[in-house]
Each structure stands twice: as C-alpha cells, then as structure tokens.
C-alpha cells in the first residue's frame, strides 16, 4: 500500500474540497481498500465520508424513496419500505456478498465499485483500464466472468454490483454534489459511461463530485424479480443476473422495466427490448424475440461465450415467471 | 530408553480391546478446539518476536529469462526497507513430501509465472508489501515456454504402468464396452492459513516458527536449502491452519525468512499472501484420462484401462499418482494402465489432498456409471459384481476391505432404491437425481517416533514432533496414552510441533494417525511392561484404568507404584513386512442426491452420504470431521474448483478466493458419515488405517452422477460449472 494522507470530511463541501485535488473518497472502504493494498489504486489522499450525515432513507414527496449514499447494504435490504415496494431492490442487496461485507457496504460505493476483471487486479498483466493503453489481458485470455455486451475492442470487464442492476430496472436517480458547488440529479443509467476508447473512465463523475443520495421513484405496479445466476450458491459475482418489475393488463404486458448484470461494464438496460415486449400478449416466441434483440450485439471471448445463451435462458425464465397467471 | 517396533506380522493380539479406559474411538473433543476457535492458538506469522521485520516474496512476471531487478538501489532506499534480497538459495520450487532436501535450484531463471525470486524486507508488513510492489523485475533472454500439457513434451511413467492380458482384444470382445476421456483441473491446496514463517538465529542456530506438515522432513530440507547441518535448525509448528499436501514440502517463504533474518541479524516474518499462496504453492496436476472399460452381459469386467495424462515443472519427478487404486479396486484380467507427464511451466505440481485416488477413482467411477447405464445395471450392483477376491495385479490377499459393506449400508442409509430413471423426476424447474461412486485410497504405515513420560503423579506426556494440521492428532495421541496408561484424557497432555522432539510421521498421505499413535501405542507398551514388572505381574494381567492398576485382585494406584519415579520411554515404529505381504487400502462408497436447474444449469447438491471402513476408528468425531471435509472438498472439485490458466503464458488467472470457488457454506448440504467396525490387523497394531483422505476419494464422481442421473447430461470436464450442464440440457 502506497503511504497516503488522510483526510476526515465534517461536511460535503468539505469533501468536495479535500477531493478534489487527488483525494479519493473511502466509505465503507470493502473494495477500495483490497485495491489499495494491490497498488491497483493508489490514491495520495483518502476524505473519509463516514462521519458525514447520510445514514438516512426518507420517503420523497412523490411515494419515492431518498437513500442516503452511507445507507450500508444491510440496512437498505432490510428496510420495511424496501422489502415491501421495492423488494427486487431488497432481493439484489441479499444476493451480493456476504453479511460481513453487507454491514460495510455503502450505498455510494457499492454504485461505484470496480471490475472483478483479474487482468485489472493483476499487476503484470496489461489492462487498459488500469494503465490506459497497455492493452487488454483479457480479451484473449480468461474472460469466463466478462461482459458480451458494451465492450469495446479496449475493455471487456463488467460492472459487479447487483444493487446497481436492481436500482437501474427501478429507474432510479442518483443525488450528486458537484464539486462546485451545485447539486445536480442524474439518472443512474446516465452516471455509467462504455468503456470506449477510455476504460479507466468509468463514470461522468469529476474530481471532488460526490454521490450523496439516490433516488427511487413512487414504486409501480407488477411484480418484481431479482434473478442471479453464478458458479456457487453464496459469495459470487454474478454471470448473469435479471432485475425485473413486469406487469400484465388485459392480457397483455403493461410494464416490462429490465436491467441486466454480469453481461456489460455497467448495469445494463435496453428500452428497445422492453418496447418490444409492451402491448404484447406474453409468450415464449415473445420472450425468445426480446431476447433476440437484447443479444443482438453480444460478442463473446471464448471463456465467457456461454453469458449469451446463458441470458437468454435466465430472460426468458424470468418473464415466464412474472407473467404467468397474471394474464387474468 | 526406545522400544523398536517393527510391522512384520500382523497385530491379532489386538491389545487395544482388552484396555479398560474406554477412550479409544471415542468422540472426543480436540483439545486444542477451544484455543483455536477464541483465536488463542498462536499460528506460524503470529509470534510478535522482539525487533521482528518482514519480507514480501516478489515473483517473476514471465516464465522464463534470467531474472534482473532492474531498481534494486532505489527500492533499498525505500522508506523502511531493510534489504532487497535476490539470492541464488532462493527456492524456485517447494519440495515435495519427504523429499528430504531442497537443493539450490537456481532462482535466478524465471520458471513460471509467479516464481518468487526476490525478497523485500522492511520494518513493517507494509512497507515491504510496498516495496516489493515497487521492485522491477525484469527476465532478460527468455524464450517461449510450452504451458499447455496436451501440446508439451511427454515424458512416460513406465514405472507407473502396467500391461497384463490383451485390452484391445478384450474390448473388441465385450458385450459392453466404454471407451471414454475425462478432464480433470488443477486445484489449490487453499489452506485457510496462508503459508507463513518467522525465521530467527542466535549465532549460528536457527529457530524457524512455519506452517508444515511433516517437521524431520523440513528440518533437513531447510537445512540443505541453507547449507547448514540440520542440527543447527529447529522448525516449531504446534498449529498449522491446514494443509492438505500443500505444506508437506518446504515452500519457498522458509528459505527467504532465514537468509533475511541472517542478513538483516533480525528475526525476519514472510507470510504469503492469498494470490502467492494460488500462484507458487503446490497445485494438483490437471488430468486427461482415457478409461476404457470391457464387459459381459452381466457387467463383469474382463478388461481396465485407465490412460492418464498429468504435468510439471521440468525436473521434477512427481507425477500425479492417478492409477493408485486402480490398480486393485475392480476386477478384471485385462488391464494397461499408463501414465504420462507433459513438461509444462505452470507453477510446481505436488500433492494435493488424496493425490491420485481424488482425482483417479474420481473419473474410474464416473466411467463405471456410464458402464451401467450401458449395461442397464443398477450402479450399486455393477460394482458389487467386480469386487475382485484378491489383488487383481499382484495375487496379494487384501488386510481387510469392507467394501461390499459400504456400499450396500451406504445404499441403505440413503435410500438408494428410490433412485429416479435418468431425467425423470422434476420439482418446479430442478431436475433430481441420485448418483453414488466408490471410495478407494492406498493405506502407508511410515516410520514414526514419540516419547511418552509417566510422570510419578500418575499423570502421562506424550512428546513428539507430529503435527495437527487440523486432523485431530492432539486428540488421538492423548486417547491412545490414556487407554493404555489408563488414565482420563485430561490426565494426558500432548506436546507436538517441535523438532526437538522425536521425529514423527508428519501429517500426510494419510498415514499421521496410524503411524504416530502406534509409537505412542508402543511407548505406552513399554511402560506397561516396566510398571508390571515392579509388581511382579505379567504385563497381560495388569488392568489400567482412572490411574489405577488392578492386578492379583489388588488395586494400587499409578503414584503408589511409581514411587516417586517417572518413567519415560520412546516409541518408534517402522513399516515391515506386512506392507509388502498383503494389499493394505480404504474403501467406502457415496450417495448423492442433487437438484439440477433445468434454466440455468446450476446445480445445488441436496444431501450427501458416505459409508467408509478404514480398520480401527480412533476417535469417531476427527474421523468423521475427515470424511465430512473430503466429502465438500469433493463438492468443490465436482462443480466450481479450477485453477484456471491462462493459455499464453500458464499464470494463475484466478489466484483469489473470489474468483477459485471453494464451496461455501450454503453449497454444502446435511452430509452424514457412517464409519464401519473394522480391525486390520496387518495395518498397525492399532488395527488401524488412515481415514484422512479417504473422503475426497471418488467424492466428486457421485455428484456428477447424479446430475447424469437427474438431466441426462454427462459432463466429462470438470468441474460440471452450469455451462458445461446447459450446454446438454
């Protein structure tokens, strides 16, 4: 571990001063930490954002939900509210990790965690995002938990979070204090950038921005799924995962908000899938052609090949699940 | 004094029977149970030694080129760096079990990716890990490596082999025949302590506190490694957070302690971290295995074949033992085994939990159910028809072998016969289905010492350098003095780890318990003989129990007899004849019920039985704590555990417990172990054998059976991950 200084923020502004220049910020610390003794990061100073005030969840003026960007994972998955309106969101939280990690876990941090890439964590071997224009370890090499869609020919790695999946099929916002000054609120879809020509950017977050809040719309009606296939049956990263909120009037489907993890380097969402399954009876050709169209573009490394027809089983298995019976 | 034992004939006496105390075989609690779940158990890296600094191994980031470290001033200058050690002694690869030595391998040549080749040494765990982050390594004049085993060099273990009758002609002749290749990965050890030593000298004696296996082994190998006389070392592990082969060989972090802590006049720690201990302990070898079985009607095997391929570090003479059992556990007069090793220059390939058998009987029995299904005979029935009358190599007569035993109580147990018809029986989106294997694994007696002191207070020692590895020796050693000695297990205090102390078995092969308690068996022997003698009995008509010795229809108590004496004597047992005069091995056998998810593939075994003889049970709880974490070991190895490769260059991709999935605790269901009364008598006088192992042995193939059984689906590469499972659904 790189010595670095350490700073202890008593307010978001200054935070957003300490951060600004060189900081990094560390709350719940679970993977920056391991990154830090890897040297993968090595940040020269640390704003510690614990002690600032955003432990709480509020309910919004609209039937919504504020949650505070310390809100630890296990709080957030056993809140009432959450385990009743949003339960995918509560059902995502479980699947991740483990207690421990759960009770360290912040909300902020968990939307910003890295890659399990193991070209990234590897220090001799080259990855783009670790150290731009090195070249990507993985894309020939072991890719098995790698993304089939949204790479690009410089990073194939995969966004982690499963909350993130959750919160991103809920259409939630995230609260962001610029560091200039201003609050601003983005939605989640739109803090992730592709990895492009730049892999090592991984969010439209500047220097000293710092996430404070995020936000859940009033709950909607359907039904709500997290499904998360992986190698074993507790602590492991997602190969493929499904957040669903689905809902079928007169037969037809009415709702269909889906996000995928463990297929791309952000939380994925495509509405081109979902407004082809709106205003359609449901069935499995219906099914088999929103999977045609979210799989279009995937691309496979070898390794990682089977993520494909892997999603298509997983989408399909979903959606049969939250619409049968409902067609009533 | 010493009382010499030698294994010549076989132990019908059966003194153990006779003994009153009531301690031997049962359930005891370990001893040390309490200090090592409280975190009061002190470990290798955890003496908080005076002046102490530590070192970080750094690894060669290719395999091959003469290694140069290209800023070795500039990290020597480093904030609290107190050396930069690249020394020739280095060890490029551990040794392997009871090798005895460790000679100068030259550690300035990058062999494998990961190789440590150099040592940073500093005040604290951070600066080194620091600065050893900050050393450049660079290989100079390297040349391409071949890291893949099916396109290397191919040396035959002719040795290994065998070719009796005519295979081909066998096959061609079957009524059913299966002629079938399997793939087996490498695995990690995975210890939960990670390889760690603390290496201290005053003068020119050296004290190594290490995480080992089998001390007279390390001792001699650390000293040759070092260029001393092994007198002048001395290797304390009392606690070893587990093994499973990867600590029986001096590993690389004891020769760089030691030439630190001589250099620096410091004692000196080096503890591997997690991804070291993935990328340069000891792996199992993958495995290609071509099983060819022969048939008649009733499934009877008229021919085996078992051709297997394996690999390893040029100039190193392990090869994966995968035929072991083979060699004896089916009938079958036409039989050619083989074994090849490909040179690769992936990290050093050594033992690994059941080396050979894991993976051996593993695939041999996954062949077996195909040959059932072929044959259209149940599988429990098809391996009750091969059990052979005698060795079916050798001619030998087996020591005792409740095979048949253990597969038809095992059947029982679980309830065998509601076994579903392949690809039948669904619950929601699981298929179910049941799936067994057999269990063999060879049985070792080795050479083994201890000292046991009856104290004149009655109270009884036992001194030995063996160790725990987690198994339960502090258990078992304590039950056998106390049975003999008679006296109550906390009567009995049990001093291991420490090469100061005669020179034990040391954990491994699963021969520990059997070899080291019959030196403490023998030890105890003696002194019963001098304590009858002073009361003028024959040693046979003294009873010992709760202190006290009733002979004559008198009573007299340990203390009284003592006289304010203590009598000491060693033990030390040898292997003999009857290794050679019989076939000695364990057997047993696996049920498994498994729930296959027929979206995903994902597979959740349900329960798990197993039914295991291994002669005399010395402690019904370790014994079966052993089978329990084989059995899991075997979950782990049937559907996620792989050290995955990469093809380019043979490093360990996945070299973190994140990515090398052992099974976690909700992958692991209710598993229940029924050991079988056993004595054998041509094992040990003890009329036990080893049970450490025998858990793993064949565990993995009963589960993908059972996902043949609940889908249809046969995964012939392990481990059966959901891909390899949809790929068939």
């Known amino acids: 571990m790189r010595p670095f200084d350490y700073h202890r923020a008593t307010a978001p502004d200054d935070a957003a001063r300490a951060a600004a220049s060189g900081g990094t910020f560390i709350a719940g610390g679970t993977n920056l930490v391991d990154l830090m003794k890897l040297e993968v990061m090595a940040p020269e100073r640390l704003v510690d954002i614990t002690r600032l005030d955003m432990r709480g969840i509020e309910e919004t003026g609209d039937g919504g939900l504020r949650i505070g960007a310390l809100v630890s994972n296990t709080d957030l998955a056993n809140d009432a509210r959450v385990r009743r309106d949003w339960p995918v969101l509560s059902r995502a939280l479980l699947s991740g990790a483990t207690q421990q990690l759960r009770n360290k876990a912040t909300t902020g941090g968990n939307l910003l965690q890295r890659t399990r890439c193991l070209y990234f964590y590897d220090r001799a071997m080259p990855c783009n995002k670790r150290e731009p224009g090195s070249g990507c370890g993985a894309m020939e090499g072991f890719n098995r938990i790698l993304a089939v869609l949204g790479t690009s020919d410089h990073c194939i790695a995969t966004h982690p979070s499963d909350m993130a999946v959750a919160m991103m099929a809920l259409g939630a916002e995230v609260e962001i204090a610029r560091a200039g000054g201003n609050t601003e609120r983005l939605p989640l879809d739109d803090l992730y950038l592709l990895p492009g020509d730049t892999p090592e950017r991984e969010t439209v977050l500047a220097p000293g921005d710092l996430i404070t809040a995020v936000i859940l719309p009033a709950p909607v009606a359907g039904r709500q799924s997290y499904r998360k296939v992986r190698d074993r049956a507790s602590y492991a990263f997602a190969l493929v995962s499904v957040a669903a909120v689905v809902a079928v009037e007169d037969g037809k489907v009415a709702r269909a908000d889906l996000a995928f993890g463990g297929l791309a380097p952000k939380p994925w969402r495509d509405k081109d899938v979902e407004a082809a399954l709106l205003g359609q009876p449901p069935s499995e050709a219906l099914f088999d052609k929103a999977a045609d169209i979210l799989l279009a573009k995937a691309q496979g490394h070898g390794a990682n090949d089977f993520k494909i027809p892997l999603a298509r089983r997983v989408l399909s298995a979903v959606l049969t699940e939250l619409t049968e019976g409902a067609a009533a | ?729």
């Open chain 2, 1 to 729: 004094m010493t009382e010499q034992f030698k294994m010549d004939a076989p132990a019908t006496d059966r003194r153990l029977d006779g003994m009153a105390q009531g301690l031997v075989g049962a359930p005891l609690d370990r001893p040390e149970g309490p200090l090592k779940v409280s975190g009061t158990a002190t470990y290798a890296d955890e003496y908080r030694l005076e002046n102490l600094a530590h070192g970080m191994l750094v690894r060669a980031p290719g395999n091959s080129g003469r290694v140069r470290l290209a800023n070795r001033d500039a990290v020597a200058a480093m904030p609290g760096v107190l050396a930069v050690i690249h020394d020739p002694r280095l060890l490029r690869n551990p040794a392997q079990g009871t090798a005895n030595k460790a000679p100068v391998q030259d550690a300035n040549e990058a062999h494998y990716l990961g190789q440590p080749v150099a040592l940073v040494v500093a005040e604290s765990f951070e600066h080194a890990r620091h600065a050893a982050h900050a050393l450049k390594i660079e290989l100079e004049g390297g040349t391409p490596r071949p890291v893949d085993p099916e396109t290397a060099a191919i040396e035959p273990q002719s040795s290994k082999g065998l070719d009796q009758g005519d295979l081909d002609r066998a096959m061609t002749e079957a009524v059913h025949a299966v002629d079938v290749t399997y793939r087996t990965p490498s695995h990690s050890s995975a210890p939960m302590e990670p390889h760690a030593s603390i290496a201290q000298w005053d003068g020119e004696n050296l004290t190594l506190r290490g995480s080992y296996q089998m001390l007279k082994y390390n001792r001699n190998e650390l000293a040759d490694a070092l260029g001393i006389h092994p007198d002048r070392v001395r290797i304390l592990a009392p606690y070893v957070g587990g093994g499973f082969g990867s600590k029986l060989g001096l590993a690389p972090e004891a020769v760089a302690a030691a030439i630190a802590a001589k250099e620096t006049g410091r004692p000196v720690s080096v503890a591997l971290t997690r991804p070291q201990v993935f990328e340069t302990t000891m792996r199992r070898s993958e495995t290609r295995q071509r099983i060819r079985l022969a048939a008649d009607a009733e499934g009877r095997l008229a021919g085996i074949g078992q051709a297997a391929l394996v690999s390893n570090l040029p100039g190193e003479v392990f090869a994966e033992p995968v035929l072991q059992a083979t060699h004896f556990l089916y009938a079958g007069e036409n039989r050619r085994l083989s074994l090849d090793l490909a040179r690769v220059h992936r990290l050093c390939a050594g033992s690994v939990r059941a080396p050979g058998e894991a993976v051996g009987i593993t695939v041999l029995e996954c062949a077996m159910d195909e040959l059932a299904e072929a044959a259209g005979i149940d599988p429990v029935e098809l391996r009750r028809r091969n059990i052979p009358e005698k060795d079916p190599e050798s001619g030998k007569e087996f020591s005792s072998r409740r095979f048949r035993e253990a597969l038809d109580s095992g059947a029982e147990a679980f309830g065998w016969s509601d076994r579903p018809a392949t690809r039948s029986r669904r619950e929601g989106e699981w298929w179910i289905g049941y799936g067994m294997a057999s269990a063999a694994r060879v049985n070792v007696l080795m050479e083994s010492r201890a000292r046991v002191t009856l104290a004149p207070d009655g109270s009884a020692k036992v001194e030995t350098d063996m160790t725990d590895i987690g198994t339960g020796t502090y258990a078992i050693l304590g039950q056998i003095a106390g049975e003999m000695l008679g006296l109550p297990r906390d009567r009995v205090e049990v001093v291991l780890g420490d090469t100061d102390l005669p020179p034990a078995s040391g954990s491994g092969g699963s021969w520990g318990a059997a070899s080291s308690g019959t030196s403490v068996y023998v030890a105890c022997q003696a002194i019963r003989a001098q304590l009858a003698e002073r009361l003028g009995v024959a040693e046979t008509e003294l009873t010992l129990k709760d202190g006290q010795a009733v002979f004559d229809n008198r009573t007299e108590t340990l203390a009284e007899i003592l006289k304010g004496d203590e009598i000491a004597k060693e033990g030390h047992v040898l292997p003999g004849d009857t290794s050679k005069a019989v076939r000695q091995a364990t057997f047993g056998a696996y049920f498994v019920e498994v729930a296959v998810n027929g979206v995903t593939g994902e597979t959740r075994v349900r329960r798990m039985h197993g039914s295991f003889a291994a002669g005399r049970i010395l402690n019904a709880k370790t014994a079966r704590s052993q089978c329990l974490g084989g059995m899991i070991f075997g979950i782990g190895m049937a559907l996620t555990e792989e050290l995955a490769f990469d093809d380019r260059d043979g490093h360990v991709a996945n070299h973190n417990l994140a990515e090398y999935h052992i099974p976690v605790n909700a992958d692991v269901p209710q598993i229940t172990v029924e050991l079988l009364e056993e004595r054998d008598d041509w094992a040990s006088p003890l009329q036990a054998k080893g049970i450490g192992e025998l858990g793993i042995c064949g565990a993995a193939g009963a589960i993908v059976n059972a996902i043949h059984n609940a889908t249809g689906v046969r995964v012939r590469d392990f481990p059966a991950t959901l891909d390899k499972v949809i790929a068939g659904l």
